[in-house]
């Protein structure tokens, strides 16, 4: 089971978040992307859920991840968690607008 949201700041992922782990998902199936690497890693700490690393990914992928743009780098990992190409791609333009990512995976 997979769930997507996509939400405009901090504040509407912390209550998208509750409302996920309210619908049975715990903290480690609940991870949040936005499109700077310091903004993702600063809200997935202050609402504590996961970043998607080498579990989610694989050794092989995480290492790639070095070398892809940004963009690369966020599909890919969202792929990791189930989404297709197109649904990535989709969400990935979305990160480029400023919004978050915030993906429940099972």
């Known amino acids: 089971m ?3 949201k996509l939400v405009e700041n901090g504040l ?3 209550q998208e978040i509750e409302q996920l782990l309210n619908q049975g998902f715990s903290k480690d199936e609940v ?3 936005a499109h ?3 903004r993702s890693e ?3 700490e202050e609402l504590d859920t996961n970043e998607i690393g080498v579990n989610e990914q694989g050794f092989l992928d995480s290492i790639a991840n070095v070398f892809r743009s940004r963009g690369d ?3 890919s990992k969202m792929e990791s968690l ?3 190409d197109t649904e990535a791609q989709q969400f990935e333009k979305e990160l480029d607008k400023g919004r978050v990512v915030v ?3 099972k």
Request: no cysteine.
């Open 2 to 4: 997979r769930q997507v």
């Open 12 to 14: 509407q992922a912390k």
């Open 31 to 33: 991870y949040l992307l």
């Open 36 to 38: 700077s690497k310091e």
């Open 42 to 44: 600063d809200l997935a």
């Open 73 to 75: 780098e966020l599909r």
């Open 82 to 84: 189930g989404l297709s």
């Open 103 to 105: 993906v429940a995976a």
